[in-house]
């Protein structure tokens, strides 16, 4: 029995990776000096919610932050700050993270830096369901996490000089 629990989010490995992906491009480009974080979090479920545990990912950036004006359709079609971008991939993110039972939202950051995307999706705590996509040669349908607390934080820095 390994020393940690294994926590599996169930969903589509491409279209996950698509929404991380996507936030950490937008990060990049609306960051031309500074860092972008990478910040993990396990919510553990009340019984408000039943008992039903959360992943919450954040990317965090110290660019531009998001104009006042787009803040509140942020997450429509079109809607952009870049003159290099269509205004999609938000829209696009945000239904991948719905489709798959979570929720997407932004913020500016309170330090007046930049800005946060934060997404959850539920977490399924059911060892053996994890061990049969384990074994399975399709990873594709599941994610894992490794905890060794009731709330795990990890975080990653990228510096950009």
Not at 3 to 19: A, F, H, M, S, W
Not at 75 to 102: D, Q, W
Not at 111 to 126: E, R
Request: proline fraction near 3%.
């Amino acid at each position: 029995m390994p020393p940690y629990e294994i926590i599996c989010v169930e969903g589509d490995k491409n279209r996950l990776t698509q929404v991380i992906s996507n936030l950490l491009n937008n990060a990049q480009n609306f960051t031309e000096k500074g860092v972008i974080s990478i910040l993990m979090e396990i919510k553990r479920g009340s019984e408000e919610d039943n008992n039903k545990s959360q992943i919450e990912v954040t990317i965090k950036d110290t660019g531009v932050g998001i104009s006042q004006d787009v803040l509140p359709r942020l997450f429509s079609k079109f809607a952009t700050c870049s003159p290099r971008g269509t205004g999609l991939g938000l829209y696009i993110s945000m239904n991948i993270v719905e489709a798959h039972r979570g929720k997407m939202w932004a913020e500016n950051n309170q330090d007046c830096k930049g800005a946060s995307f934060q997404f959850t999706l539920p977490l399924v705590i059911n060892s053996q369901k994890v061990q049969n996509n384990n074994n399975s040669n399709n990873n594709n349908n599941c994610r894992i996490v490794k905890d060794k607390g009731t709330f795990a934080k990890r975080q990653q820095r990228l510096n950009l000089a």
